[in-house]
């Protein structure tokens, strides 16, 4: 069976400073891993993807993520933050049937 | 593009009663998804739909939740009779399909659901 640990469930850290929110997973197959962001009152909407190829994916708003498969990690990464970044985000794996295992989530707080 | 629409929003309900989510996935999505998200909890698959087919419900609670897909486009998911813990974030999501390849999930705004 598949899990997903995230190890925070709070992260504050003030503006302009670099983040980390850690993400483990269990799985014994090969699988697709995902971080998703949800802001305050809006559906959950998709914050970067790995599939395959390359350990490090980034997303377009500046975050980062490197899948170590021997670390069975997927940790997510900003070198700079903003207030607009305060939302909560959520690690999931997929086993490639579609379904979508998160973890608890954790919540960034972003401090001016 | 139109997103991933549901209805209501909200809806408080006592417990013992029963209540009904509707959605309407992105058109052209065959596969559609109903996640239960609780306060403070990640989502939790509850059923996955391929076109009007049943492909994992194994984590709805089957004494008390249906949901349907007829004719393989919106969805309704009901509850009867609701429990206190049924208190949640009903999201749904679908994607084009489920599988092999990859296909990117799109979630709706969610219902948000309180059982008093």
């Known amino acids: 069976a598949q899990s997903v640990t995230q190890l925070d469930s709070q992260v504050p850290v003030f503006e302009e400073a670099p983040v980390e929110l850690r993400c483990n997973y269990s799985?014994?197959?090969?699988?697709?891993l995902f971080w998703y962001v949800q802001y305050p009152n809006q559906g959950l909407q998709l914050l970067l993807k790995?599939?395959?190829?390359?350990?490090l994916v980034e997303s377009i708003n500046g975050f980062e993520a490197e899948f170590n498969k021997s670390q069975t990690s997927f940790h997510l990464r900003k070198p700079s933050v903003h207030i607009s970044d305060t939302a909560e985000y959520f690690c999931?794996?997929?086993?490639?049937?579609?379904?979508?295992?998160f973890g608890q989530g954790t919540t960034l707080q972003v401090k001016p | 593009e139109a997103g991933v629409a549901q209805s209501p929003r909200y809806k408080i309900i006592e417990k013992r009663q029963s209540v009904a989510f509707w959605c309407n996935p992105i058109?052209?999505?065959?596969?559609l998804y109903w996640y239960q998200q609780i306060l403070g909890q990640g989502p939790k698959l509850l059923i996955q739909?391929?076109?009007?087919?049943?492909?994992?419900d194994s984590q709805l609670p089957k004494d008390r939740f249906s949901a349907e897909r007829l004719k393989g486009v919106d969805s309704t998911l009901k509850i009867q009779p609701a429990k206190l813990e049924d208190s949640a974030v009903y999201l749904c999501?679908?994607?084009?399909?489920?599988?092999?390849?990859?296909?990117?999930?799109?979630f709706g705004p969610g219902t948000r659901l309180t059982v008093l």
């Open positions: 999931a794996v997929s086993d490639r049937g579609g379904k979508l295992i």
């Open positions: 739909f391929q076109n009007n087919g049943v492909v994992d």
């Open positions: 999501a679908s994607s084009l399909a489920a599988s092999p390849s990859y296909n990117e999930q799109f």
């Open positions: 799985s014994s197959v090969s699988v697709y």
């Open positions: 058109s052209g999505h065959a596969t």
């Open positions: 790995y599939l395959s190829g390359s350990t």
